[in-house]
């Protein structure tokens, strides 16, 4: 091809310009990571991983070795691996819940620790199985002694309730920080700290045990 | 100073009444000698991530802190007197840690390498379309002309 003028040269060189700021365009487009939302999700389903059915006979009022099947789930979508935690905490009506707005846990103390290193965008789930596995009834109050948790047997204290009204199980999620080498409660990401944390009430007026006199 | 000493007998008390009333608390929490290897690790596979290395690159890794993760629990849970199997566990869970903490490495430098290649291949293909287009279309152009002037030239009158 020969080049009959300086204009034809003018515009082969515009031409290629232009070419070359699309292309490299793409280019870039196509090698840079775009910023992604980086969160937890987090949540408990019961026996037929459906959000319902929590309770046998969907009853929520237990007794004593009454089996509470769930199902626990964490889904890493921080845009890289993370060690994360489920707590499981147990309260009544008094416990304080995790705060939202200080990103501050609960104030009840863990029961069972649940750990994984987990990929980004894996998603993992774990079956529950709880029941209470002794209780008293004294003074108007049930206190809550033993739980099984996963065939794990645990003692609690400090577990009461009014006349076995409004008990509840608190799962928090804490994540691993690698800079204080520690589980802390919640995660960081996209300069904003997150909290997740759930739970679920239950009753026991009537433990099936008889109340001494 | 009986005052001084009865305090502190009955802080001491008070103390080991809320240690013996706290209840059972299964966690199974790295020891504090491990806690920096554990970040360590994490921090040498996010590193992996950040260079490029894809989830399947990753998984083993940490398929392999689940390992660690699982003894370590093992030997949190053993009896108080086990203290030999206890120490073989965490000196297992910490050669663990060790073994993915060098993998993400090597594979942070093998990301970044083939990152580094991806990049520059994508931007010389670029180059290369670019000049490719120019051609395409300044080719394009005059032929469709020499068409059009062929035409022209190849037409005939004919008397109606």
Partial sequence: MKFKSKQNKRTIIAIFIAFIVIAETAAYLATTPRPQEQFFQFYVVGANRLAANYYPQNNPNLRISSLVSWYVGVTNSMGNAQLVEIRLKLGNETTTTPNDTSDTPSSAPAIVAFDRFMIDNETWEFPLAWSITNATVTGGFTHILTTRINNETYEVSNWSAINGYDFRVILELWVWQTNTNAFEYGWSGNGETRTAWLEIWFNMTNPGIISPP | ?160
């Fill in chain 2, 1 to 160: 100073m009986s005052r001084i000493s009865a305090w502190l007998m009955f802080t001491s008390a008070v103390l080991i009444l809320a240690i013996m009333m706290a209840p059972q608390y299964s966690q199974a929490q790295f020891n504090s000698t491990l806690q920096p290897s554990v970040s360590r690790a994490i921090a040498a596979v996010n590193n992996a991530e950040a260079a490029g290395a894809t989830t399947n690159e990753t998984a083993p890794l940490v398929a392999m802190l689940n390992e660690a993760l699982a003894l370590n629990s093992e030997a949190s849970n053993l009896p108080p007197n086990q203290t030999t199997q206890r120490n073989a566990l965490f000196s297992s869970v910490n050669q663990i840690l060790t073994t993915v903490t060098n993998q993400a490495n090597n594979l942070t430098t093998t990301s970044t390498q083939r990152t580094y290649t991806n990049k520059i291949i994508t931007y010389v293909t670029g180059v290369v379309a670019a000049i490719v287009g120019t051609f395409v279309c300044v080719f394009g152009v005059e032929f469709y002309q020499r068409y059009r002037i062929k035409r022209t030239l190849q037409m005939r009158i004919k008397r109606k």
